[in-house]
T-cell receptor, first 115, second 115 residues
Framework: AQSVAQPEDQVNVAEGNPLTVKCTYS??????LFWYVQYPNRGLQFLLK??????LVKGSYGFEAEFNKSQTSFHLKKPSALVSDSALYFC?????????????FGTGTKLQVIP | EAGVTQSPTHLIKTRGQQVTLRCSPI?????VYWYQQALGLGLQFLLW???????NRGNFPPRFSGRQFPNYSSELNVNALELEDSALYLC??????????????FGQGTRLTVV
């Protein structure tokens, strides 16, 4: 069974500092990995995805994520945090094994950027 | 292209009542996922439908049920509402075998308040 872990419930970072939100995964086949962001009282918005190719993936709003197969990780990063980045972030994995396209989400990490 | 649409956006129900939430996926998507999100916390997986069948179910009591119609739209039914059912209910859709359509897209959610 596939799974996603986000080990940190909350991450605090000062504005202008680099940020990292951690995600590890477990799948039986090849992982398709995603990051989503959720602002208060809204649905989730897609940020970026890794399917294949370059391990460093660039997405919306200056975010990027690095796929590390040996560590089964897909951490979300941004070189310089903005107060407006404060939100809830979800990592997700999709496994194409078995012919069904199930998506599994992590429990979410609250990012707080401090002015 | 229209996104995932959910109705209603807000709902207030009395404890013990029944409620039906609706979701229309993006055109061409065959999978629909339902999640419960209480108090801005993490996503709790409820149900996954694909091609009209229930593919997986989260750890929720049987009073949470649903179905997917031939046009891939979906309903979530909750019977005998309890106060702790108050939450944001999110629907997401995904589908397509091509890589470019592999991510899930979310609706804006239905905010259910049980009083």
């Amino acid at each position: 069974a596939q799974s996603v872990a986000q080990p940190e419930d909350q991450v605090n970072v000062a504005e202008g500092n680099p940020l990292t939100v951690k995600c590890t995964y477990s799948v039986s086949g090849n992982p398709y990995l995603f990051w989503y962001v959720q602002y208060p009282n809204r649905g989730l918005q897609f940020l970026l995805k890794y399917i294949t190719g370059d391990n460093l993936v660039k997405g919306s709003y200056g975010f990027e994520a690095e796929f590390n197969k040996s560590q089964t990780s897909f951490h979300l990063k941004k070189p310089s945090a903005l107060v407006s980045d404060s939100a809830l972030y979800f990592c997700a994995v999709r496994d194409y094994s078995g012919g069904y396209q199930k998506v599994t989400f992590g429990t979410g990490t609250k990012l707080q950027v401090i002015p | 292209e229209a996104g995932v649409t959910q109705s209603p956006t807000h709902l207030i129900k009395t404890r013990g009542q029944q409620v039906t939430l609706r979701c229309s996926p993006i055109s061409g998507h065959t999978s629909v996922y339902w999640y419960q999100q209480a108090l801005g916390l993490g996503l709790q997986f409820l149900l996954w439908y694909d091609e009209g069948e229930e593919r997986n179910r989260g750890n929720f009591p049987p009073r949470f049920s649903g179905r997917q119609f031939p046009n891939y739209s979906s309903e979530l039914n909750v019977n005998a509402l309890e106060l702790e059912d108050s939450a944001l209910y999110l629907c997401a859709s995904s589908g397509g075998l091509s890589v470019g359509r592999s991510e899930a897209f979310f609706g804006q959610g239905t905010r259910l308040t049980v009083v």
